[in-house]
């Protein structure tokens, strides 16, 4: 059976090899190549560049580290452990973030999707899902991570992510909403006792630690109408090959190492 990657980690496939001719490498080669003779040395840097550009597709070092984590997981049931207070407090506060994005966007109410996607290469499941677009929420753990002055989505996993859940859904059109809701209070004394032992406090709280976490974790002067920042996010035609070529180069990778 082929194997099919998760929405949520494309992105660690995406990545280009070192070994790839970058744009910028490609046009010093079409300089080079213009020229009618060459000194010495731009005529070895053609050669290089000439090298790298036809050379074989091939994943990139991080790609390969994913894959063999894949492969440990479904051959040994070894997995990655994957838990922070920032994958906590996103877990617990997903439909609040959903209802914020729906008071904000203003494109009509907004559920969440239960349904699992699944094609030839991918599977997932997005957060939302509406007759014109997909949704994914991020929940920021503090004002102080929400990402008030980005013009772009600098998280390249995160656009991965929602080009493969569009492709998913045959919906081309995607939005990719941060928002900033309030900290739940179970995760808020858990930060509480985590600051008190860094200072040694030894466990337990001080009057002082208390006020402190509660103040960083206060969004009582922030508006709304502020505390969404949604990036959209389209599919092309070129997105869906390249996740493709990519999703082929891990399975050959893959299967060659068992």
């Given at each position: 059976m082929?194997?099919?990657?998760?929405?949520?980690?494309?992105?660690?496939?995406?990545?280009?090899?070192?070994?790839?001719?970058?744009?910028?490498?490609?046009?010093?080669?079409?300089?080079?190549?213009?020229?009618i003779?060459?000194?010495?040395?731009?005529?070895?840097?053609?050669?290089?560049?000439?090298?790298?550009?036809?050379?074989?597709?091939?994943?990139?070092?991080?790609?390969k580290?994913?894959?063999?984590?894949?492969?440990?997981?479904?051959?040994?049931?070894?997995?990655?452990?994957?838990?922070?207070?920032?994958?906590?407090?996103?877990?617990?506060?997903?439909?609040?973030?959903?209802?914020?994005?729906?008071?904000?966007?203003?494109?009509?109410?907004?559920?969440?999707?239960?349904?699992?996607?699944?094609?030839?290469f991918?599977?997932?499941?997005?957060?939302?899902?509406?007759?014109?677009?997909?949704?994914?929420?991020?929940?920021?753990?503090?004002?102080?991570?929400?990402?008030?002055?980005?013009?772009?989505?600098?998280?390249?996993?995160?656009?991965?992510?929602?080009?493969?859940?569009?492709?998913?859904?045959?919906?081309?059109?995607?939005?990719?909403?941060?928002c900033?809701?309030?900290?739940?209070?179970?995760?808020?004394?858990?930060?509480?006792?985590?600051?008190?032992?860094?200072?040694?406090?030894?466990?337990?709280?001080s009057?002082?630690?208390?006020?402190?976490?509660?103040?960083?974790?206060?969004?009582?002067?922030?508006?709304?109408?502020?505390?969404?920042?949604?990036?959209?996010?389209?599919?092309?035609?070129?997105?869906?090959?390249?996740?493709?070529e990519k999703?082929?180069?891990?399975?050959?990778?893959?299967?060659?190492?068992?």
């Amino acid at each position: 059976m082929d194997l099919i990657i998760r929405a949520s980690s494309l992105g660690r496939l995406m990545s280009d090899s070192t070994t790839k001719i970058t744009d910028k490498q490609l046009e010093t080669l079409n300089g080079l190549l213009s020229k009618i003779q060459l000194t010495k040395l731009q005529a070895q840097l053609r050669d290089k560049l000439i090298a790298k550009r036809d050379a074989p597709n091939e994943l990139s070092k991080g790609a390969k580290t994913y894959i063999k984590e894949l492969w440990l997981e479904n051959n040994y049931g070894i997995k990655q452990e994957i838990k922070s207070k920032y994958i906590d407090k996103g877990n617990q506060v997903e439909s609040l973030s959903i209802k914020l994005a729906e008071l904000t966007m203003d494109i009509g109410e907004l559920y969440k999707n239960e349904k699992f996607y699944k094609n030839d290469f991918i599977c997932g499941t997005p957060d939302v899902v509406t007759d014109s677009c997909v949704i994914d929420v991020k929940s920021s753990w503090s004002a102080s991570t929400f990402p008030f002055f980005d013009e772009k989505i600098t998280n390249t996993n995160y656009l991965w992510q929602l080009k493969s859940y569009m492709w998913l859904t045959n919906i081309h059109k995607a939005f990719l909403c941060y928002c900033l809701v309030p900290t739940p209070q179970t995760l808020i004394e858990d930060e509480m006792r985590r600051v008190s032992w860094k200072r040694g406090e030894l466990g337990e709280v001080s009057e002082e630690v208390e006020q402190e976490v509660r103040e960083f974790h206060n969004l009582d002067q922030i508006p709304i109408w502020e505390r969404v920042k949604s990036f959209e996010v389209n599919l092309t035609g070129e997105d869906i090959m390249k996740m493709k070529e990519k999703i082929t180069l891990a399975r050959e990778y893959y299967n060659s190492l068992g």
